[in-house]
C-alpha cells in the first residue's frame, strides 16, 4: 500500500533521509522508530505529500505521490505532531471544512460528523471554538478529521502527545480496528509500549538511515537476541546503550 | 539583580542580532527595496518639514511664534504616540508574550524581569517613532541654522523622554490590567483607538478644512495659528523637552539645562515608580491574565447563512475554503477594527466629491467634471490597493500554521488560490465600483464617461487582487499572530509599489483615448476612423496589462506554494 523506493531528502549539505526502501502492505499497522532527528518526520512528510524527495519515488496504492499528489493524497489521512488548527473555527465548523476537501459531503458528511464526535468523545464540544480546546481534545479532533473519508492510509506522526490514558487506549483500538478493516496505518512514535502493542512491524531509522525492519522478534534476531523488550532493542540498535549506562549511573 | 537583568536580555538581543543575519542571507533586492523605501520616507518628511519651516520663517512679525507652536505641538505629539505605542507594547512584553510563563518560573527578582521587559518595551515601541521624528528635528535645526549644540540636546534630550514614555506607558498598562483582563485590554485599546482615529479623521473632514485655504482667509488662518494655544503644559515632560531645545534654536533666552535635569530627573523618578506599581500589581495582572480567553464577537446566525448561501455557486472544495475564510474573517476582531478604518475612507471619499463645487472654478464645468470622474477612476484604484492590502493580500497568511490542513488535502493550490481570489474579487469589485459609480453621479458626468469608469475599474479591481493574492501567496506570512501585521514586510510592500504603479499607468495608458474622445465631443467633431482604432487599441491596451497583472502573480503564487515545504 505504501512503497518507498530509494528515497533520498537533503536540505543544502544535510543528508535527512538516505536511500530508504520499504513497503507496508494492506491492513498492517507499521511503527517508524528512530532517534530525535533521524528522519522520522521528514519521511512521513514525503509520503503525505507535504515535502518532495530529492531522490527516489514513494508510492501510495500504487500512485506516485510526486506525479499525481491529488488521487494520492486523496487516499491518506494525516495526522502531524503539532495539531494546529484554525483557532476560531467550531469542531463541527472543522470537520465540515475537512468533508468538503475530501468532497464528501451532504447527510454522508452530517452523518459522518455525529459518528466521529460520538467516537471521539467531543460531542459536547462541537460547537466550541477550537481556540478553547484542550492539547488532548485537538488531537482527537485532528484524528477525526483524518479518517472522515474513510482513507486507505492513515499517516500518523507522534499520535500519543498530549493524550490521557483514555485517549490513549482510544486511538490505539482504532488503529487496530482500521487494520482489520484492510486499512493501512503508518506511525512514527517514541512510545516504544505503543509500538509493541499496536505495530504488525516495526522500521527504526537512525540517521536517515534504515537499520532496522521485521516484526518485534526479528528484531530481537537483529539486535543479537539478549534484550527481550523493544526499548532495550531500539536502544542497541540506536547506540543508545550509553543511555542506559547514565540511567544506571543515575540509579545508583 | 543587574546580572540577571543583562542575562534577561540576552535572547532578546541574540534574536535581533540572528534576525538581521537573517535578513543579510535573504537577498540585496529586497533589502536595497526596504533601505530605498526608508530613504524615501525620511527624504519626503525632513523635505516637507523644511519647506513649511522655511515658509513660516519667511513670514513676518510670527513666523518664530508659528515655528515655537508647532514644535509645541509636535512634542505633544510625538510623547502621546510614545506613551500609547509603550501601553500597547507593554501588554504584549508583560503580559501576553509566550516566555513569560518560563520566565516566571525561574529563579530571578521580579523586579529584574520588569526591567529586562522595561528596556524591550522602549525599544519596541519607540524605535520607529524616533527615527522617523529625526528628520523633523532636524529640518528644524536646518532651516534655523541650529548649532552642534542643538543636534546634541536633541540626542540627549530624547533619551529621558522615552524612559519617561515608557514608565508612563507599562504604568497606564498595569492599570488597566488591573479593570480588564490583559487579552481583553488589548482588543479595547485597538477598537478605542481606531475609534479614536476614525471620528478625528472624520470630524476634521467634514469640517471642511480646504476652505480655510481660500486666498483671503489664508493671513487670517496664520494669525488663528499664532494665537492658539496647543494642548502643552508645563508640567509635561515633552513641554521640557522643548524648552530644552528653544533657546538653542530661535537664539532665545532660556533655561535648556534645568529643563533637561527635569527631564532627567523625571526618568528616574518614573522608573522607580513603576518598580513600585510592579511590585503591588503586576503578578496579581499576570496571573488573571492566564484565565482570560480573547473577546468573542456574536456574528448574527443570518450573516453565516447569507454567506453559506453566496458560496453556493463554488465547487465543494472552493465552497469549503470560501465558508471557512468568510467564517475566520468575521471572527477576528483585528479585522474588524481594519472595517471600521475602511468604512471612514469610503465615506470621506464619497464626501468629497459631495461637497466639491465646481461652478466656482473658471473652466468648462462640463470638460471639468469627465476629467475629475477620469483621475477620479485611478483614485478610487488607490483606494481599492489600500483596502486590498489588509484584506487581499493576506488572504493566504491567513491559513497560518493549519495551512498542513489544507496542504495534505487533495486539494491543489491553483484551487486554493483562485477560491480566495473570486472571495475577494466580488465585494472589492462591489466597493470600487460603488465608489466610481456614486461619485460620478455626484459630478453628474456623461454616460460615456460613466461606462469607460465602470469598464477600467472592473479591469483594474481584478488586477489589484490578482496582483494582491498572487504575491500574498508568493511571500505567505504563514506565522505571523496578528492579521494585521501580514500587511507590514516586504511582500506587502512590494504589492503596494506595484499596485500603485499599475494604477498609474493604467491611467497613463487611457490619458490620451479619452482626452481624444472628450475632445472630440464638446467640439462637436466628429473622429475619424483611425482615431476610434487607437482609442480602442489603448483600451485593449489596458485590459490586457489588467489580465497581465492578474494573472501572472497568482501562477507565480501558485507554483511557490506548491514548492513550498513545511
Known amino acids: 500500500m505504501i512503497e518507498l523506493r530509494e528515497v533520498t531528502k537533503r536540505y543544502r549539505d544535510l543528508t535527512a533521509v538516505n536511500r530508504l526502501s520499504l513497503h507496508v502492505g494492506r491492513g498492517e499497522v507499521f511503527g517508524f522508530l528512530g532517534p530525535n532527528g533521524a528522519g522520522k518526520t521528514t519521511t512521513i512528510k514525503m509520503i503525505a505529500g507535504l515535502m518532495r524527495p530529492t531522490e527516489g519515488s514513494i508510492l501510495v496504492g500504487g500512485i506516485d505521490v510526486a506525479v499525481d499528489p491529488m488521487r494520492a493524497k486523496a487516499l491518506m489521512g494525516f495526522i502531524p505532531d503539532r495539531p494546529f488548527l484554525y483557532e476560531k473555527l467550531t469542531g463541527e465548523e472543522l470537520l465540515r471544512f475537512v468533508g468538503g476537501l475530501y468532497r464528501v459531503e451532504g447527510r454522508r458528511l452530517d452523518q459522518r460528523v455525529d459518528e466521529l464526535f460520538e467516537l471521539f468523545g467531543l460531542k459536547d464540544f462541537r460547537h466550541e471554538w477550537i481556540e478553547g480546546y484542550s492539547h488532548g481534545m485537538r488531537q482527537r479532533l485532528v484524528m477525526s478529521a483524518a479518517i472522515l473519508h474513510h482513507p486507505d492510509v492513515v499517516i500518523v506522526d507522534e499520535p500519543m502527545v498530549g493524550l490521557d490514558p483514555q485517549g490513549a487506549r482510544l486511538v490505539k483500538s482504532i488503529f487496530r480496528e482500521q487494520c482489520t478493516r484492510g486499512k493501512t496505518v503508518f506511525m512514527s512514535t517514541h512510545t516504544l509500549g505503543v509500538a509493541e502493542e499496536v505495530c504488525d512491524r516495526i522500521g527504526i531509522i537512525h540517521k536517515g538511515e534504515l537499520i532496522a525492519l521485521g516484526t518485534k522478534e526479528e528484531l530481537q534476531q537483529q539486535a543479537k537476541g539478549d534484550a527481550d523488550r523493544l526499548e532495550s532493542i531500539f536502544l542497541q540498535l540506536t547506540g543508545g546503550e550509553g543511555m542506559t549506562r547514565v540511567v544506571e549511573h543515575l540509579k545508583s | ?566
Open chain 2, 1 to 566: 539583580m543587574t546580572d540577571d537583568f543583562l542575562h534577561l536580555l540576552y535572547p532578546s538581543w541574540r534574536s535581533l542580532w540572528s534576525r538581521k543575519r537573517g535578513d543579510r542571507e535573504s537577498g540585496a533586492f529586497r533589502q536595497a527595496v526596504i533601505f530605498t523605501l526608508g530613504i524615501l520616507f525620511w527624504a519626503g518628511t525632513f523635505y516637507l518639514c523644511y519647506r513649511v519651516l522655511s515658509y513660516f520663517q519667511g513670514v513676518e512679525v510670527i513666523g518664530t511664534v508659528l515655528a515655537v507652536k508647532l514644535l509645541s505641538m509636535l512634542t505633544v505629539v510625538f510623547f502621546s504616540l510614545l506613551v500609547f505605542s509603550n501601553i500597547v507594547t507593554a501588554l504584549s512584553a508583560f503580559y501576553l508574550s509566550d516566555e513569560l510563563v518560563l520566565l516566571h518560573a525561574l529563579p530571578v527578582s521580579p523586579d529584574a524581569i520588569y526591567l529586562a521587559k522595561f528596556v524591550e518595551t522602549l525599544i519596541g515601541s519607540s524605535w520607529m517613532i524616533v527615527l522617523f521624528g529625526l528628520p523633523v528635528f532636524g529640518a528644524y535645526g536646518v532651516v534655523y541654522k541650529a548649532s552642534w549644540t542643538y543636534y546634541g540636546a536633541v540626542l540627549l534630550g530624547f533619551v529621558p523622554l522615552l524612559v519617561i514614555a515608557a514608565a508612563v506607558g507599562i504604568i497606564c498598562t498595569m492599570g488597566l490590567v488591573r479593570l480588564f483582563p490583559a487579552r481583553k485590554t488589548k482588543e479595547i485599546l485597538l477598537l478605542l483607538a481606531v475609534l479614536f482615529l476614525v471620528s478625528l479623521y472624520l470630524l476634521f473632514r467634514f469640517l471642511q478644512p480646504e476652505r480655510l485655504f481660500d486666498a483671503a482667509d489664508r493671513n487670517r488662518l496664520l494669525h488663528f495659528l499664532a494665537a492658539v494655544t496647543p494642548p502643552s503644559s508645563a508640567y509635561l515632560p515633552s513641554h521640557w523637552f522643548k524648552e530644552c531645545l528653544v533657546p538653542l534654536l530661535f537664539a532665545r533666552p532660556g533655561t535648556p539645562l534645568f529643563h533637561f535635569l527635569l527631564l532627567a530627573s523625571t526618568a528616574m523618578a518614573s522608573l522607580t515608580i513603576g518598580i513600585w506599581v510592579e511590585k503591588r500589581f503586576y503578578m496579581d495582572g499576570w496571573m488573571r491574565s492566564q484565565e482570560a480567553g480573547e473577546t468573542r464577537i456574536a456574528v448574527p446566525a443570518w450573516i453565516h447563512r447569507a454567506a453559506d448561501f453566496l458560496s453556493r455557486p463554488f465547487a465543494a472544495q472552493a465552497r469549503a475554503v470560501v465558508q471557512k475564510d468568510i467564517r475566520l474573517f468575521l471572527r477576528d476582531t483585528t479585522q474588524w477594527t481594519q472595517l471600521l478604518l475602511l468604512a471612514a475612507l469610503v465615506v470621506v471619499y464619497l464626501y468629497n466629491f459631495r461637497v466639491l463645487d465646481l461652478k466656482q472654478v473658471p473652466l468648462a464645468t462640463v470638460y471639468l467634471q469627465n476629467l475629475l470622474a477620469f483621475l477620479n477612476t485611478g483614485l478610487a484604484g488607490f483606494v481599492t490597493a489600500a483596502v486590498a492590502i489588509r484584506f487581499v493580500f493576506p488572504a493566504v497568511s491567513v491559513e497560518g500554521r493549519a495551512f498542513w490542513l489544507v496542504r495534505s488535502a487533495p486539494i491543489s493550490m491553483a484551487r486554493l488560490v483562485w477560491s480566495k481570489f473570486w472571495m475577494y474579487l466580488v465585494p472589492l469589485l462591489v466597493l470600487s465600483e460603488s465608489l466610481v459609480i456614486l461619485s460620478n453621479w455626484f459630478l453628474s458626468v456623461s454616460g460615456l464617461m460613466m461606462g469607460l469608469s465602470i469598464f477600467t475599474m472592473a479591469f483594474l479591481t481584478a488586477g489589484i487582487v490578482g496582483l494582491g493574492i498572487g504575491l500574498g501567496a508568493v511571500y505567505p506570512r504563514f506565522f505571523v499572530e496578528n492579521v494585521a501585521k501580514i500587511a507590514t514586510g516586504y511582500g506587502a510592500i512590494l504589492y503596494m509599489i506595484l499596485a500603485m504603479g499599475f494604477v498609474a499607468l493604467t491611467v497613463f495608458l487611457e490619458a490620451w483615448p479619452v482626452n481624444a474622445i472628450f475632445t472630440s465631443t464638446f467640439a462637436g467633431i466628429e473622429m475619424h476612423a483611425s482615431r476610434w482604432a487607437l482609442v480602442i487599441g489603448s483600451l485593449a491596451l489596458t485590459a490586457i496589462l489588467s489580465l497581465g497583472v492578474c494573472l501572472f502573480p497568482v501562477y507565480w503564487g501558485i507554483r511557490r506554494l506548491e514548492a513550498r515545504e513545511p
